[in-house]
């Protein structure tokens, strides 16, 4: 159920059409909860149908135009049911965590490299991730609807930081499993 209210959050902070909010998923919102160009495009038209937003009046309908949504009345009082609403956190599902397990019925060989790959892939996104914040939250920006997005960078920003401590400490163990060597370079 989290993708519309992602949509409603999405075009509350900005009226668009659904080529500008599958552009704004890829740069923002799509950092922690990912969905297709199809799967946006269709939850518009379930959260139209469903009287939650509406497409903005053209002044010339034409056919191919794009359309402009909005947020009715009823879809800001979902997303803000839906904000207090209580849910249990998810259960992670990883496939190298499972991949990791796996190597343990068949043997650590090959994960040296996967590892390695993946601690690059999260250097990469925490770089970017402090990128974000050096530009986008220069000290003295505290608004509220500021210090929350700054918070859920944080988030991110900690489970990098995670992802970091926990890959280089399971490429050691891999390392020394590996070759005998000891930790891996």
Do not use: C, N
């Not at 080529?19 to 990912?34: C, M, N, P, V």
């Not at 160009?37 to 939850?43: A, D, G, K, L």
């Not at 009082?77 to 965590?97: F, G, H, I, N, Y």
């Not at 220069?138 to 930081?161: F, K, N, Q, S």
């Amino acid at each position: 159920m989290s993708l519309p209210h992602a949509i409603l959050t999405a075009l509350l902070e900005k009226p668009s059409s659904g080529l500008e909010l599958t552009r704004r998923f890829d740069k923002s919102i799509g950092y922690f909860w990912s969905a297709t160009h199809q799967q946006i495009y269709r939850e518009l038209g379930r959260l139209e149908e469903a009287g939650l937003i509406r497409a903005l009046p053209s002044e010339v309908p034409v056919r191919g135009q794009k359309k402009e949504y909005e947020v009715l009345p009823a879809g800001g009082s979902e997303l803000a049911r839906w904000v207090a609403e209580s849910q249990d956190p998810k259960p992670m599902r990883d496939p190298l965590l499972l991949r990791i397990r796996a190597a343990g019925v068949v043997g650590p060989q090959g994960l040296g490299p996967e590892l390695r790959r993946h601690l690059d892939l999260h250097r990469r996104q925490l770089a970017q991730y402090e990128a974000i914040e050096a530009k986008d939250f220069p000290p003295g920006r505290d608004a509220v609807e500021d210090r929350l997005r700054r918070l859920v960078l944080h988030g991110g920003i900690a489970l990098e930081t995670f992802w970091l401590t926990w890959l280089e400490e399971a490429l050691a163990e891999v390392g020394d499993m590996e070759d005998g060597s000891g930790p891996a370079a």
